[in-house]
């Protein structure tokens, strides 16, 4: 049932990357979600914020903030189409989110390459689900560019 549940959100983020993609952004959607609902979606808005913190997560990471009233995420689970950055590591840790769960690793620029240890000690990862569909869109994006 978990997996099924994880599946849904997942793909509430590949919408966001959708989004992100057809707006000419890095196609990155994250969504926040509490006691089983969303309750922040969010995807890159780099170039059209011209602010290179506008990464999904940390705008995601915002809108949870002001929804719940509080800077920090106890009980929610972030859903993100590429693993965070070292930056939104960061963020996730100080916001001490308890699970993140992503679809596609980043090995160049993604914080499992400096390790667990930049998350909160009690933050939970799972990866992997709905990889194909994510790595399929960062790829495309990025062939566009190249032409």
Known sequence: MALLTDELYMREALKQARLAFQRDEVPIGAVIVSEGLIIAKAHNQVEQLC???????????????????????????LYVTLEPCPMCAGALRWAQIDRIVYATDDPKGGFMRFGKTMLHPTTEISFGLCQEESQTLLKHFFQSKRL
């Open 51 to 77: 602010d290179v913190t506008a990464h999904a997560e940390m705008l995601a990471i915002t809108a949870a903030s002001n929804y719940l009233g509080s800077k920090y995420l106890h009980g929610c689970t």
